[in-house]
């Protein structure tokens, strides 16, 4: 696994502690690690006030804590029980509050309890969405939480090659007791029932360990590509009058597909204002500041506006092109494509924040 640092010399750590086996366990880990170094470990509890039983458990892990001299802070969600997505929406909310106090505190890097299991069923639910190397890489060892205001926190996730097992009988070694959630086992939830799959799948050589392995070595083929990713981009985007960038379509023409559709992926979420079309082909030239290329394989593409430059990485930049150059532009993809998509019939500047969904699919 890469390495989760660097840390300050006495490092200040948060651990996000549910009380389950898993974060408590990484938390008296961590506890150790940062003490060795003159460090502090900040346990973080979140009350989702979604269970009757969550603020006791809040409590629990406070006093469990308390007893092994690690400070402890509940962080209480206060917002609307949502109606749909419960699980979604209550993880973004958690990680919205856990990284709000991690800045407000000056912590730089904020640990999850995300062990080998965790890793193994996230990669089978990427499998049954058809995911390419970019899913299979599942969850990152090291993440940079970035805020709107340019600060950040590290994500890490310690855990990721270490089995439940041996996190259980650390904490049985160290007489710890945990909280075990139900709802972990209960098989209307998605991950259980992954869980339960990938048992049976057991007898023919499945293992969560095999599963965390093909994640670790789609990560490692998914940073070579961006390195060539960035290369492609660097020699094909050409700065243009106005503040445009173009890409040079020739270069983008002789890349492999796959290699040129990340590079547009790429620009695309980076770049201001973005339009998506379909089909197959590549072209720029539209008023120096356009590019396009499509895939008629994986029906996706990218028409990419900027007007700051490659490295911007806001979405809030207007786009002012006309409607008829557009709709003539339009014109000239369906013409030599297959298919045209009602992406495309959305004018630039409008909604593209719609489009920006749809960019990071191609
Ligand atoms: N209520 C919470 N408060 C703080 N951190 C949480 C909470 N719920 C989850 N986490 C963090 O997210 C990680 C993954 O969440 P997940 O729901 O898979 O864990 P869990 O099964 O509830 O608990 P554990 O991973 O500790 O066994 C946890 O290991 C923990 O670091």
């Known amino acids: 696994m890469a390495p989760l640092g660097p840390f300050e010399p006495a490092p200040r750590v948060a651990v996000a502690v549910s009380g389950g086996s898993d974060s408590l366990a990484l938390c008296l880990l961590a506890d150790r690690w940062a003490r060795a170094r003159g460090g502090t470990v900040f346990g973080l509890t979140v009350d989702h006030r979604l269970r009757l039983a969550s603020g006791?458990?809040?409590?629990?892990?406070?006093?469990?804590?308390?007893?092994?001299?690690?400070?402890?802070?509940t962080l209480r969600w206060t917002g609307t029980r949502p109606v749909s997505r419960i699980q979604e929406e209550a993880r973004a909310a958690r990680l919205a509050l856990l990284v709000g106090w991690c800045r407000q505190a000056h912590v730089l890097h904020l640990l999850l309890g995300h062990q080998q299991e965790d890793q193994a069923e996230t990669v089978l639910q990427r499998l049954v969405r058809g995911s390419g190397i970019d899913g299979l890489a599942a969850m990152a060892p090291v993440r940079l939480a970035i805020e709107s205001d340019g600060g950040g926190v590290r994500m890490l996730r310690p855990l990721l090659p270490v089995p439940r097992d041996a996190l259980t009988a650390t904490l049985a070694l160290w007489?710890?007791?945990?909280?075990?959630?139900?709802?972990?086992?209960?098989?209307?939830?998605t991950r259980p029932r992954l869980a339960a799959a990938l048992a049976q799948l057991g007898p023919e050589g499945l293992s969560a360990a095999r599963l965390a392995k093909v994640a670790e070595r789609a990560a490692e083929d998914r940073a070579a590509l961006d390195g060539l990713c960035s290369d492609l981009l660097a020699r094909s985007a050409h700065p243009a009058p106005g503040g445009f960038v173009t890409l040079d379509r020739c270069i983008l023409r002789h890349a492999p597909p796959a290699l040129a559709l990340r590079?547009?992926?790429?620009?695309?979420?980076?770049?201001?204002?973005?339009?998506?079309?379909?089909?197959w082909s590549v072209w720029n030239g539209w008023r120096s500041g356009c590019?396009?290329?499509?895939?008629?394989?994986?029906?996706?593409?990218?028409?990419?506006?900027?007007r700051k430059g490659m490295d911007d990485s806001s979405f809030a930049g207007?786009?002012?092109q006309p409607r008829r150059s557009f709709r003539s532009r339009r014109a000239t993809v369906r013409s030599g494509t297959a298919d045209s998509s009602s992406h495309s019939a959305r004018p630039p500047g409008r909604g593209h924040s719609s489009c920006a969904g749809s960019a990071r699919t191609v």
């Open 263 to 279: 590079a547009l992926s790429r620009a695309v979420t980076t770049a201001p204002a973005l339009l998506i079309l379909r089909g």
């Open 56 to 73: 006791a458990e809040a409590a629990q892990v406070r006093r469990w804590l308390a007893t092994r001299a690690i400070s402890h802070r």
């Open 291 to 306: 590019a396009a290329i499509t895939s008629g394989r994986q029906r996706s593409a990218a028409v990419v506006w900027s």
């Open 175 to 189: 007489d710890q007791p945990w909280i075990d959630d139900p709802t972990n086992r209960d098989t209307c939830h």
């Open 318 to 320: 207007s786009l002012r």
